[in-house]
């Protein structure tokens, strides 16, 4: 039985629906539904008499049983109501625009890369989650993955394979490492590592499969959590940062554990050690390429001293933003004038400050101060000594020397000047130190790393 009674009668527009084809479709030219209560009718086709309206032949049979196409394009010869698509867009189409055709390649996938610390990092697009792209051009990571799988598999696991493997890789490598590990075996060399090792070999393959960044967000949050605060690490990890640095340790500190950074910070800290956490983090001094106002370093000397030597009590926020908001050349010379006109700045700093405001103002100013920094570079003098210090005394302090040879090493041609510092002012290889402080596969690894062999 038909749908539509064959004595129907189209009410808007008084003609009867044109009968069904031999196939049972009834042609879609000047076929009007049936229209619900309230609704406009059709338009029919000769409402616009000047454009090319054309019907389409009814769609063929089934090609098999339970099956026929409810619509079918029509033929490329033919335009679409008259239209044709004109060319793409350039620069004639938008005179007032600067037009660039882009251009592909056959195949790119190089994942975005960023600077952290002056070493090439991926781009943090979320903890645990593989960058996108091809991270390090020319490294193929599986091989790797088959020693480390291999060393890691059965009863015991291969710590000088695991070492052979990671401890000479770079940041992209590692980051490609980890992330083929995890496409192949579901699980993240985090994991496996952490499960398979331990004691300090496992805190430094820990550190060091993380990369850079990530592993400062950690040490970040280490610094914080608990009861108490480490104003050292958390000195070390974020001082001596550049604007961009920090922005990008926020933004991966926040992917990993879903909290704000400076937040947290004010949060564990209070009083002036606050203010002088809070001031670092917020500051944006000129970048070291910019020529030092020499002018300003003499208006700079005469306001230190005014805050401290020549003045009852010290006036310690004038300090920090002195001393925070410049650029390491503009320190190296303040250190400079202020030590030819009065005292060392940081004999200054030892004898007007105390606790963690000393301790941090010192970090700054040794890292800028001109007396070795023109021969091995900004900082490296004193983390040699923050090395060295390390390994000073009655027992060494592990914790320390570790965070301190994995964040050093990411930046190999400063690292190597660290090793020339620590020769020329201890008189003894900084491998020789280590492995006289150190045993085991532990020793190996380290030495390794400070190697980069």
Known sequence: MSYYPSNHQNSDYGAPFAPPNNQGYYPPGGFNLPQAPGNPPPIPSYSYPASNYQTHPPPPPPFHNGYAPTYLPPPASQSHGGYTPGPPPSQSTYPGVSFQTPQYSHYQNQASIIQYRNTPVPAPVGYDLPPLGDIAPGYDPSMDIDKIRKATKGIGTDETALIAVLAHLGSLPIASLSAAFKARTGKTLVEVLD??????????????????????????RSAIQGAG????????????LTPSDRQNLFMAYRMRYGRDLQADMRNDLSAKTERLYTMIISSNPPPDNVAVNFQQVEH???????????????DEITFCDIIINRSKPHLAALCDAY?????????????????????????????????????????????AKLLEKSMKGLGTKDKQLVRRIIRYHWDRPRFEAIKAAHQKKYRKSLEGRIAGETSGDYKKLLVAIVKGI
């Open 339 to 383: 030590g030819r006109k009065y005292k060392s700045l940081t004999k200054v700093i030892k004898s007007e400050f105390s606790g963690h405001m000393r301790q941090t103002l010192l970090f700054i100013l040794e890292g800028a101060k001109p007396k070795h920094s023109m021969e091995f570079g900004p900082g490296v003098w004193r983390d």
């Open 300 to 314: 700079d000397v005469k306001v230190l001293y005014k805050a401290g030597q020549g003045k009852i009590g010290t």
């Open 229 to 240: 605060t480490d104003e050292l690490l958390l000195t070390e990890v974020i001082a001596d």
């Open 195 to 220: 499960s398979e090792t331990s004691g300090y070999l496992g805190e430094t393959l820990h550190g060091l499969v993380q990369g850079p960044l990530w592993h400062d967000a950690e040490l970040a």
